[in-house]
């Protein structure tokens, strides 16, 4: 059993803090996921020209990843085998508001390779409260275990700059607070018994086979290569896009002290003019940056292929694409999206026991399943005449059929099923369509049999 004591919470913080600095294993993806990149390499004493034109060049694609699968990922429902509506725990996700907070922890794994769900006892209910990797972390003794040794969560900062932090445990939630100043040491300020029997984290991780990354971690090295290219097109422009003039056969006046003097102020809105018959005037080639352009659509490319997702949804060239086209260019991404499913459903199948468990519900069995919402792009007409046939030539029942709709929801189904309920015609139809399969039944029953 681990003992909170403030010397654990200190050094559990630590380890925390050291991750979430600049340079550290969370701390880099974060700055680069809001945009504060690393400058591409300047020559020493660059101009502060140079350094403006570096701090444009930042083209943050990041972002753009890990939000694209994100979007695809959406839990609509926990299914125990055999039922047709959600089981009783699922109240618990309504009642806590996850139709929103689900993205927390999808967000968390996808960028930062592990998030998580903290389970506690409620008044009325159980509290599940996704966890930022950037304000939560936790220990586990082997790598497989469902519930860490310890965990943590940083619980904000007060109006008096004060820290709060919580330490769990199998058995109690401690409470510290750090005032602000060096020398500062945290103090205890609440001891709960949970009651739980074990650590209430559940952890997120975007794979089991090695150490969890995230999509956005392999891809710094990319968005580097992108930013340096970006940076080299931006001097071009500034220095090439206005072609530079040159001129001979000037006699080149001096100052009063014999220096030379520029003849000229060369700018875009300034004529050379010179009375000297063999002057002459003339100006350099201007420089073509269409192959500064085709590295940085080769590299966004090769970003997408690392990132399993189709290069159109980075630039942004899909114009009158088919349904059937979209499909094929989103085929890696939606490989993708299905591990994930399959990773996070897990995880949220372990949420939904540990509420039923900490809630005083009946155990869920182990084969229950989180229902994900179809987010796969297709064509809704061919969907559609897909399921008709479904219905008509295999027989599927209908209502089975209404969940399969992209885009429908569980209270779509229940709303419909409710509304087929009450419609007295529908009533009918179903009534004389058991009687004629009745009669028929009976008919075949009572033919006599060939001699």
């Known amino acids: 059993m681990t003992d909170i004591t403030p010397a654990l919470a200190t050094e559990l913080v630590g380890e925390l803090d050291a991750d979430l600095a600049e340079a550290g294993r969370l701390g880099k993806i974060a700055r680069y996921l809001r945009g504060n990149h690393d400058k591409p390499y300047m020559p020493r004493g660059a101009k502060k020209e140079y350094e403006h ?51 927390i922890a999808h967000r968390g794994a996808l960028e930062y390779g592990t998030s998580y769900v903290l389970v506690l006892p409620g008044d009325t209910a159980p509290v599940i409260r996704p966890l930022s990797p950037l304000k939560s972390a936790a220990w586990y003794a082997e790598d497989d275990d469902e519930y860490p040794e310890v965990a943590i969560s940083l619980d904000g900062t007060t109006r008096d700059k004060k820290r709060l932090l919580s330490v769990y445990s199998a058995t109690e939630r401690v409470r510290f607070e750090l005032a602000a100043g060096d020398g500062a040491k945290w103090t205890e300020i609440e001891r709960t018994d949970h009651g739980i029997g074990y650590t209430p984290f559940v952890r997120f991780r975007d794979r089991l086979d090695g150490e969890a990354v995230g999509v956005i971690s392999p891809l710094i090295t990319l968005q580097d290569r992108v930013n340096e290219i970006v940076f080299a097109t931006l001097i071009a422009l500034q220095y090439a896009s206005f072609r530079q003039r040159w001129a001979t056969g000037l006699a080149i006046p001096l100052d009063d002290d014999g220096n030379p003097v520029e003849p000229f102020q060369a700018a875009v809105d300034r004529l050379w003019v010179s009375e000297d018959s063999d002057a002459k005037f003339g100006d350099f080639a201007q420089t073509d940056i269409s192959g500064h352009i085709n590295l940085t659509e080769a590299a966004v490319r090769t970003m997408a292929a690392i990132a399993q997702i189709s290069p159109s949804v980075l630039m942004g060239d899909m114009v009158n694409v088919s349904g059937d086209a979209l499909a094929r260019l989103e085929a890696s991404t939606q490989r993708k999206l299905d591990s994930l499913e399959t990773l996070f459903g897990e995880s949220w199948e372990l949420v939904f026991r540990t509420a039923a468990r900490v809630g005083n519900l009946e155990e869920i069995s182990d084969d229950a399943q989180v229902r ?80």
């Open 372 to 451: 994900w919402r179809d987010s796969e792009a297709r064509s809704l007409a061919a969907t559609v005449d897909a399921l008709g046939k479904q219905a008509q030539m295999l027989q599927v029942p209908v209502e089975a059929l209404w969940e399969q709709i992209p885009g429908v929801t569980d209270q779509d189904v229940e709303r419909w099923k409710s509304m087929k309920a009450s419609d007295p015609f529908a009533q009918l139809a179903n009534e004389l369509t058991g009687a004629t399969a009745e009669s028929a039944e009976t008919l075949t029953a009572a033919e006599p049999e060939a001699e």
């Open 53 to 103: 034109l570096a701090d444009r060049a930042v083209t943050n694609w990041l972002p753009l990843v890990s939000e694209t699968f994100a979007k695809g990922l959406f839990v609509d429902g926990l299914r125990l085998p055999k039922a047709t509506s959600n089981a009783e725990a699922w109240a618990f996700w309504q009642r806590n508001g996850m139709d929103a907070r689900q993205t």
